[in-house]
C-alpha cells in the first residue's frame, strides 16, 4: 500500500512562512510528475507548483517568487516553501504524485491527505 502523508500546515500570520512537506510510503519503486494543489473553501481545487517531466518547476502566477517546490528522493519527500504568505494563500493543501510500486511496470496517480494553511491578516 502507498501513502502520501503531508504536515506542516498551521496558523500563520501575513507575511510569515510554512513548509509543507509530504511523505510517501510503502514500496514504491519510482515518483513521478510531483505536484502540490491547494482547495479554498468553496472554490475548486487548483494547482500551485509542480515539476515538469525535464524536472523543471512551474508555479501558478498568484505564488510565483514566493513559493518553492523541492524534493528528496532519498527521502520519498516533497516540499513546498511557502514565503510571505498572504490571506488568499488559505486553503487545504495537497500534494500529488505518479508512483510506481515495486515489481509493476505502471503508475497510479495518488493523493495526500491535506493539511491546513490558514493566514490571517
Known amino acids: 500500500q502507498v501513502q502520501l502523508v503531508e504536515s506542516g500546515g498551521g496558523l500563520v500570520q501575513a507575511g510569515g512562512s510554512l513548509r509543507l512537506s509530504c511523505v510517501a510510503s510503502g514500496s514504491i519503486f519510482s515518483i513521478n510528475a510531483v505536484a502540490w494543489y491547494r482547495q479554498a473553501p468553496g472554490k475548486q481545487r487548483e494547482l500551485v507548483a509542480r515539476f515538469t517531466s525535464g524536472g523543471s518547476a512551474n508555479y501558478a502566477d498568484s505564488v510565483k517568487g514566493r513559493f518553492t517546490i523541492s524534493r528528496d528522493n532519498a527521502k520519498n519527500t516533497m516540499y513546498l516553501q511557502m514565503n510571505s504568505l498572504k490571506p488568499e494563500d488559505t486553503a487545504v493543501y495537497y500534494c500529488?504524485?505518479?508512483?510506481?510500486?515495486?515489481?509493476?511496470?505502471?503508475?497510479?496517480?495518488?493523493w495526500g491527505q491535506g493539511t491546513q494553511v490558514t493566514v490571517s491578516s
Open positions: 500529488n504524485a505518479n508512483i510506481r510500486r515495486r515489481y509493476t511496470n505502471y503508475e497510479n496517480n495518488y
